[in-house]
């Protein structure tokens, strides 16, 4: 019996990538994609005739209930989500409904249709937020203690994911990933910020690279490896209930991201400092410890890889 894998938020970043993975590297499986209506399909376009895709808004427990008793899927990643910290912090209420009501009506609609698929919810190396110097790497024993609207719907959303595996016994895995960049990461984040500017530089349609806090350091992972942990967590029964992070164990500061950019330019890049690019509140640190996936998985890529194919990916759309 063909397997049905249900994708919420198929359309996006991640989403795009863990398709290309199940299609490129799993037996035939039935791939159903939920997207909000006039949405964007720009990223599945090249696979849009091997997918199922169907209408869905996670904030509308109806629709949701709809989906889940139509589809009865036996995996469900749960992408769909207000992903930008920033913007958190100018809609935090649509923030929350997206990320906490709509996972909560997600595992709902799965318990009410009384089946039991292996769900992983993507959660966030944001929940961590205030992290002490004697923390790091971080590991997923560690107190949250978030500092953005964003990380605080994460945290929620991460509880709920334990309250339903312990309450119900649901198969959950709550995935903690931290940032992972590659082609498509939309301008919002901050290395494919910089990566875009600089192709726009690269033609002559904007003078000056922009920049807000550069001390801060992140790990960051390529998407391509974050989405085959997604998929190889959910093959994995001893995680079901668990938190697991997904990175690669190393530290950049954004300053450092900035440079090897513009090592990569095609012409002389002058920056100058935008406050209204800094944060309320920013993260200083966010390094991961790895140990609990390494079992599984380990990153494949070089992060200096990641920049360079985000670079050439807006050079081939600017």
């Known amino acids: 019996m063909t397997q049905k894998i249900l994708i919420s938020g198929i359309n996006g970043f991640a989403g795009s990538h863990l398709c290309d993975y199940i299609l490129s590297n799993q037996e035939p499986l039935k791939i159903y994609g939920t997207i909000r209506r006039r949405s964007n399909n720009e990223n ?4 849009t005739e091997k997918l199922t895709l169907v209408e869905c808004d996670f904030r509308d427990s109806h ?35 997206s990320n906490v009501i709509g996972t909560l009506n997600l595992l ?4 009410n ?21 004697n923390e790091l790497p971080i590991k997923e024993t560690n107190q949250l203690r978030p500092l953005s609207p964003y990380a ?9 994911g334990w309250q339903y ?34 192709v726009m530089i690269e033609n002559e349609k904007q003078s000056l690279l922009l920049y807000g806090n550069l001390d801060a350091i992140r790990d960051f992972t390529d998407v391509k490896d974050v ?10 029964p001893e995680l079901y209930g668990q938190a697991v992070n997904i ?4 530290g950049w500061k954004i300053e450092n991201v900035l440079n090897e950019l513009i090592r990569n330019a095609k012409c002389p890049i002058e920056k100058v400092y935008d406050k209204e690019k800094s944060r309320p509140s920013d993260v200083p640190v966010l390094l991961g410890d790895n140990s609990l996936i390494s079992k599984y998985w380990k990153p494949e890529f070089n992060y200096k890889e990641t920049l360079l194919n985000m670079l050439n990916y807006w050079r081939k759309r600017i």
């Not at 599945?44 to 696979?47: L, S």
């Not at 605080?152 to 709920?160: E, F, G, I, M, P």
């Not at 992972?180 to 290395?191: I, L, M, N």
Request: proline share 4%; net charge neutral; charged share 20%.
């Open 44 to 47: 599945i376009q090249h696979i």
């Open 63 to 97: 629709s949701v209930d709809n989906v889940i008793t139509e589809i009865k899927p036996d995996k469900i990643f749960h992408l769909a989500a207000q992903s930008f910290v920033p913007t958190s912090w100018k809609i935090p209420t649509e923030t929350f409904e």
């Open 108 to 111: 709902e609609a799965v318990k």
């Open 113 to 133: 249709a009384k089946i039991n698929p292996v769900i992983q919810i993507a959660c966030s190396s944001e929940e961590y937020g205030l992290v002490y110097n």
């Open 152 to 160: 605080v719907s994460k945290v929620a959303q991460d509880l709920l």
């Open 165 to 198: 595996h312990k309450s119900y016994g649901m198969k959950i895995i709550r995935t903690r990933a931290f940032n992972h960049s590659g082609e498509r990461r939309p301008a919002d984040f901050v290395d494919s910020a910089f990566a875009k500017q600089i």
């Open 227 to 236: 989405v085959r942990a997604y998929w190889i967590v959910t093959e994995h």
């Open 247 to 250: 990175c690669s164990g190393h």
